[in-house]
Nanobody, 115 residues
């Protein structure tokens, strides 16, 4: 089994920065397709950013240019660097891992951006 644990969420003022971390256990990240998703109350979960097993990245238009996803397979860790945060970024952020037909989710970490 694979377990994902997110950390780094918190309260920040608009324009500030946060870095989220996702640490995997049970399997090395090598070969996994990793992503960050977010969900605000009453809204659907949406894709924020992904990074493939070979390092290719993809971002939602709403965060492009402000967020950066990265990974270090040796540390079994994926990060989401969030800069120039806006109140509309407020949500629970979830780490996601895909490996073949298998998919895993973390429990989420709260990010709150005040105006």
């Amino acid at each position: 089994q694979v377990q994902l644990v997110e950390s780094g969420g918190g309260l920040v003022q608009a324009g500030g920065s946060l870095r989220l971390s996702c640490v995997a256990s049970g399997r090395f990240l090598r070969g996994m397709y990793m992503g960050w998703y977010r969900q605000a109350p009453g809204k659907q979960r949406e894709l924020v950013a992904t990074v493939s097993n070979i390092g290719r990245t993809n971002y939602a238009d709403s965060v492009k240019g402000r967020f950066t996803i990265s990974r270090d397979n040796a540390k079994n860790t994926v990060w989401l660097q969030m800069n120039s945060l806006k109140p509309e970024d407020t949500a629970v952020y979830y780490c996601n891992a895909q490996y073949g037909v298998w998919e895993y989710w973390g429990l989420g970490t709260q990010v709150t951006v005040s105006s």
